[in-house]
């Protein structure tokens, strides 16, 4: 009972949703990056806007969760002209 208990707890505050792009290995382990990255965001402006994290620490946090992503980015090697056809 307290499994079940931590995964309703873990998929609350980690959900994901599902992918509709390019199917390629790549893309799939971005779109999980950016959704991780969208997750702490949302987070982080939560504790700012509460006053329980200062505006400067809020955007080191923010700005070191944007290189991180921007390195996964690049280190995907994400072509431009595989964005999907809207």
Same mark, same amino acid.
């Given at each position: 009972?307290?499994?079940? %208990?931590?995964?309703?707890? %873990?998929?609350?505050? +980690?959900?994901?949703?599902? +992918?509709?792009?390019?199917?390629? #290995?790549?893309?799939?382990?971005? %779109?999980?990056?950016?959704?991780?990255?969208?997750?702490?965001?949302? +987070?982080?402006?939560?504790?700012?806007?509460?006053?329980?994290?200062? #505006?400067?620490?809020? +955007?080191?946090?923010?700005?070191?969760?944007?290189?991180?992503?921007?390195?996964?980015?690049?280190?995907?090697?994400?072509?431009?002209?595989?964005?999907?056809?809207?």
């Amino acid at each position: 009972m307290e499994k079940s %208990n931590q995964l309703d707890k %873990n998929n609350f505050l +980690y959900s994901y949703s599902r +992918y509709c792009g390019q199917v390629q #290995p790549k893309n799939l382990v971005f %779109n999980a990056n950016l959704q991780e990255f969208s997750q702490k965001i949302g +987070y982080i402006t939560a504790l700012e806007t509460s006053g329980k994290l200062c #505006p400067h620490e809020a +955007y080191k946090q923010v700005e070191l969760l944007w290189q991180n992503l921007q390195s996964s980015y690049q280190q995907l090697a994400i072509d431009s002209d595989s964005s999907a056809i809207i």
